[in-house]
């Protein structure tokens, strides 16, 4: 598969069934998007969580109502087929992984698109702040913290946040770098002592890899996206669909 | 009255029927807030509304369906009663102006309450920049534009701006300190040649008074709260509340 790839080309590819794998360093440059998919019953609730909790849950588009298409950030794109993963939630639980979602759809469905850090890690690889985890070549370490999102309606949930460690001058450089981001988390939400935002082992992440904190390094935090994972966990809709990890929308926006 | 009064004091007396008035100027330092209260089933397609258009509705606080308290921007306040006079419109019209709206509460509102360009005001002055209609003792000229606003469910308007004449010079010392204050319209949306945005005559506002614009001044069109009350009375929804014009709810949050 080519990597200079257009957001168009790999979401036809998607929708082709021919494109079935995790989106980074695809359509690089380009804004990569969490999907959440509700009946509109929950979608007030829902939109709200993510208006109270905009660090792990900054929303780059809404669709109306029964449309598929992210009229927004990716004009004539159609979210049912243009990612190449899904996952199908019935009450919670897990029941289908798929690559399209055209069977499930319902006329009473909104989708979410929910920015991702993949916008601010090129940038700090860019200006020269390494990514542990990139470097190794793992998935980021993700926690869920003693740290309480505002709840809404239905949803609740810890914050869940990302961790990469960096020595106290690249945290200030990160810190100044983020910042240019509020769509994909922003700033950091805590440096340092893990253990005061409930992080017992910090080689034991809750989701993804452990990755090597070096000497003179302090581990950065991160609000993840993963925090809306959690919160449909919790609230066990009927059923909802998100992306599979790392199998990412595309969208035509850039980064930064 | 005392104009140095905090803002809880303000609200018991408005919840006690003995404040009445226009809110500028008192509890200064705390942000003021446009209020609409709509029924649950409108309140999914007004928050993404909002969302779309976070210039003219910068989303302040969103209460739980069915409960009064704002508990973010002001724990403990009934906004059923702490501010000083409300407006009922029922299917687009207005039907009341009220002091309380205690009967016509349901278990179904949702309330939200949106930033007002009252918060950056203060900041242009401290900082030297004139503030024409407050000097001129005027209500802020507003003009609806030939923008339109991201249209969300029923929800949808021309965008509606308020004006403030500057000097060049001042103009871009306007955008540096409004940008400061994105959840009070933050930076202007359009200077110089209003016929530009639809405007047909700069001394004839839509809503406001008239102001001055001397020699050398340029008009700057800053994004208004008024552009909710133009969406609902595009949307005619069966009922909705706000304040009445000027006659804001005190939050207890500190400007900027």
Chains 1, 2 share one sequence.
Not at 24 to 44: D, H, I, M, R
Not at 220 to 248: D, N, S, Y
Request: proline fraction near 9%; hydrophobic fraction near 40%.
């Amino acid at each position: 598969m080519n990597p200079s790839l257009t957001p168009q080309e790999v979401r036809l590819l998607c929708r082709q069934g021919e494109f079935k794998s995790p989106t980074p360093g695809f359509a690089s440059g380009y804004t990569q998007a969490n999907l959440v998919v509700l009946p509109k019953s929950l979608a007030f609730d829902f939109l709200l969580f993510c208006h109270r909790n905009p660090k792990p849950c900054p929303v780059l588009d809404v669709t109306e109502v029964g449309d598929p298409e992210p009229r927004i950030v990716a004009p004539g794109a159609d979210l049912r087929t243009d990612l190449p993963r899904y996952h199908v939630f019935k009450h919670g639980e897990l029941v289908a992984e798929v690559t399209d979602v055209k069977e499930f759809w319902r006329d009473d469905f909104v989708a979410f698109l929910i920015g991702c850090s993949f916008s601010f890690e090129s940038a700090l690889i860019n200006a020269d702040v390494p990514v542990r985890h990139i470097e190794e070549n793992k998935n980021v370490p993700m926690y869920k913290t003693n740290i309480s999102c505002v709840s809404a309606g239905v949803f609740s949930s810890p914050l869940v946040v990302s961790m990469r460690p960096l020595t106290p001058g690249d945290a200030i450089r990160a810190v100044e770098i983020t910042s240019r981001f509020p769509k994909a988390h922003g700033t950091p939400v805590y440096l340092g002592d893990s253990s005061q935002i409930g992080i017992d082992d910090i080689n034991s992440p809750d989701f993804g890899e452990a990755i090597a904190i070096r000497e003179g390094e302090i581990p950065v935090f991160w609000a993840c996206g993963v925090t809306t994972q959690t919160a449909l966990k919790q609230a066990k809709p009927e059923i909802a669909i998100t992306h599979a990890p790392g199998h990412m929308f595309i969208t035509d926006m850039v980064d930064g």
